[in-house]
């Protein structure tokens, strides 16, 4: 059984979007908390470094991430710091890890990476290979972190060492370095990547790239994204309805309220022989 197959026998518990703008009013009107005490916002921007332990899985991942304030400073740049979204996202990943979801088969990029949280999580989650990809400025910060949170392998059990890697990935153009593709990818992971309507189209196109990279199997495409602006939002979702089959996935009730998740594949990629 393939990633995508198993992502594809949870479907039932998914909920099919069709329209943005139905999404967005359910979104906003029955589910969207404007009570600024539970927004997620920042974790704590006036740090240099880190320590976040990740719940959700077989073990707590204690792990260390370096942040740069002066970088999340200028006009333009939201990921030198650390969001409290994606270590929703990442506590995700760690518990589908313990129902079912076999990370040491995939091999899976993280678009729009920042601090790299969510890159890390999945590779001490056992990840066969992860590449965590953003644009030049970040990539001090980004390889920083990749580099002080790689698992030291033994390899005793002469099983292939599992890989983190972090590189350049500019949104609408196709990458430069040839290890984003080295291998056929499983998994697209963003975690909210979005605060200005203007980037969507580039993000989806980077994220058409990634998945047609492939055609044997769909690639799942999983989108986490905080609930700010529902125009921005509106657009996102409708951006991405024009190439992909979109799915809201629960997370939990606490988060509901503020942070959305999304599973997808291209449309028409799917056919009866990728399910068995």
């Not at 997620?40 to 332990?53: A, C, M, Q």
């Not at 969510?118 to 066969?128: D, E, K, T």
Request: hydrophobic share 40%; net charge negative.
């Amino acid at each position: 059984m393939s990633f995508f197959d198993k992502v594809y026998s949870e479907i039932g518990e998914y909920t099919r979007v069709e329209d943005a703008e139905e999404e967005v009013c359910e979104l906003y009107s029955v589910y969207y908390s404007s009570n600024g005490s539970s927004r997620l916002d920042l974790v704590d921007p006036s740090k240099t470094e880190l320590t976040v332990e990740l719940t959700g899985g077989t073990k707590t991942l204690t792990l260390t991430i370096a942040q740069n304030p002066n970088i999340n400073n200028e006009l333009g740049q939201t990921g030198a710091v650390l969001w409290n979204s994606s270590i929703i996202t990442s506590e995700y990943l760690a518990r589908r890890s313990t129902h079912g979801w076999d990370f040491s088969t995939i091999n899976a990029i993280e678009l729009g990476s920042g601090c790299g949280l969510v890159s890390i999580a999945m590779h001490q989650l056992g990840a066969r290979r992860v590449v965590a990809t953003d644009q030049a400025r970040m990539m001090k910060l980004l390889t920083r972190n990749t580099d002080c949170n790689r698992v030291v392998q033994l390899n005793r059990n002469r099983k292939p060492p599992t890989v983190l890697l972090a590189t350049e990935y500019v949104w609408g153009r196709a990458p430069e370095d040839p290890r984003v593709f080295a291998e056929p990818v499983d998994m697209v992971v963003i975690s909210d990547c979005v605060y200005h309507e203007s980037v969507a189209p580039l993000l989806v196109r980077s994220l058409v790239d990634v998945c047609k990279s492939r055609s044997d199997v769909p690639v799942v495409v999983l989108v986490g994204q905080e609930l700010r602006s529902d125009i921005v939002h509106a657009a996102f979702v409708a951006e991405l309805l024009k190439h992909f089959d979109v799915y809201r996935v629960p997370v939990m009730p606490s988060v509901d309220t503020n942070y959305v998740l999304y599973a997808m594949w291209l449309r028409g990629s799917h056919s009866p022989e990728h399910t068995h």
